[in-house]
Every structure is written in C-alpha cells, then in structure tokens.
C-alpha cells in the first residue's frame, strides 16, 4: 500500500483567512484527486491532478501536483465557513485500479 | 438520476449476527468498491469489482465477503459480526479505475456492532 501523510490533521481558522493543507508521500503516483466531505455524506470531488507541477484552481482553491509526482497541495484563500469539512487526498500508482486515501484534513472555519 | 444509493443509513448489530450492506449504481459504472472510515483514519478499501463476476480483496477484507451478480448491484456482507467492525460503510463507483476518474461516493451506512 502506498502511504500518503496528510497534514496538519486538524485545522481551525477564522472566516477570511488562508490556510495551505498538505498530502505527502515517498511513492511515485500517476495521478492524484482531492475531495471533501461534509459530516453525514461520503466524499465528493474536487479536482484531479496529472502532470508533475501542474496547478489548477477551482475559484479559492488552488491545488498543486509535486514536480516528482509524490506530494501535492491545497491552498484556500479567504475560507469562509461553507468550506469546513474534512479534506481527502488520494493518489492512484500506474499498476493500481484501487485509490489509496490519505487519514484527511480537518477544517473549521468559524465566521 | 440517484447516483449511488446505500441502505440502510443506520444499523446496531449484536456480536456474531449476520447482515448485508446494500449498494446500488444508476451510472452504468464497470468499477464499485467498498470502504470502510474510522474516525481519524481515512478511508480503507475493503474490496472492489472491475465489473460484473468479477471482485477482488482490498487492504482490509477479513470478516467480509462480497459478490456482483449485475453491474448495478455490489452488496457487502458481514458474516459474524465483531466490534472491530463498527465503523462508516461507503459505497463508491467509477466509470473505470486509477484516480484519473471520479470515484462517486454513497452516502454511508454508519455500523455499530455492540
């Protein structure tokens, strides 16, 4: 199994502020996905990401993909309280038809 | 169209019964999986299918078995249930497999086994 570190584990922050969340890994992934899931419902998408460096943005959020392709990133600019919720990565090898999910972020974002 | 669908939403178990996890796919999706979430502990899979007939054993099989009769259905069962197995049960499916396709999450089956 393919580990991936997520951290940190908890985070709580004030609506408008920044945060930057992180996935690690000592693997090699052909790609990687973000997703979210809010307390009661399984996880949703958020993005995919590919290419080594690549970087895409889904209005505040900004994800980017390792240039070795083993770590990625999660930037939220000004959160606001509808993005609490817990923050999944999950990374699938070039051998694997299963995804391997990192234990998740916890956000609280208090207005 | 109701995506994936997962009953029941609740269920207590008493040690050592027997019980059945319903998953259903309205996507004609060719891959469905089966995981499990401990608070803290991210999602584990338990199994998966590449298509009908077809199932294979995730990172953590034991006490479950599972079957895929039709490419809609892809019910897990739990055979003498035991503590350990108290957990959120989610249902996914996927067009095909690897994170380059979105897995579709049910909404949980949270199992308390007392």
């Known amino acids: 199994t393919q580990l991936l570190e997520q951290s940190p584990q908890f985070l709580s922050i004030q609506e408008g502020e920044n945060l930057t969340v992180y996935c690690n890994s000592s693997s090699v992934f052909s790609s990687l996905q973000w997703y979210r899931q809010e307390p009661g419902e399984g996880p949703v998408l958020l993005v995919t990401?590919?290419?080594?460096?690549e970087v895409k943005k889904l209005k505040r959020l900004t994800f980017q993909f390792g240039d070795a392709r083993k770590d990625s990133s999660l930037h939220i600019t000004a959160a606001q309280p509808g993005d609490t919720g817990l923050y999944l990565c999950?990374?699938?090898?070039?051998?694997?038809?299963?995804?391997?999910f990192g234990k998740g972020t916890s956000l609280l974002v208090t207005p | 169209n109701a995506g994936v669908t997962q009953t029941p939403k609740f269920r207590i178990l008493k040690i050592g019964q027997s019980m059945t996890l319903q998953c259903t796919q309205d996507?004609?999706?060719?891959?469905m999986y089966w995981y499990r979430q401990d608070p803290g502990m991210g999602l584990k899979l338990i199994y998966y299918?590449?298509?009908?007939?077809?199932?294979d054993k995730g990172e953590v099989p034991n006490g479950y078995n599972v079957s895929r009769s039709t490419t809609e259905d892809f019910p897990l069962r739990l055979e003498l249930a035991a503590p350990s197995q108290t957990s959120v049960y989610f249902c996914a499916s996927s067009r095909t497999g690897g994170a380059n396709y979105e897995q579709y999450f049910g909404p949980g089956t949270r199992l308390t086994v007392t």
């Open positions: 990401v590919v290419t080594g460096g």
């Open positions: 299918s590449v298509g009908a007939g077809i199932t």
């Open positions: 996507m004609n999706h060719n891959y």
């Open positions: 999950a990374g699938s090898s070039n051998s694997g038809y299963a995804l391997n």
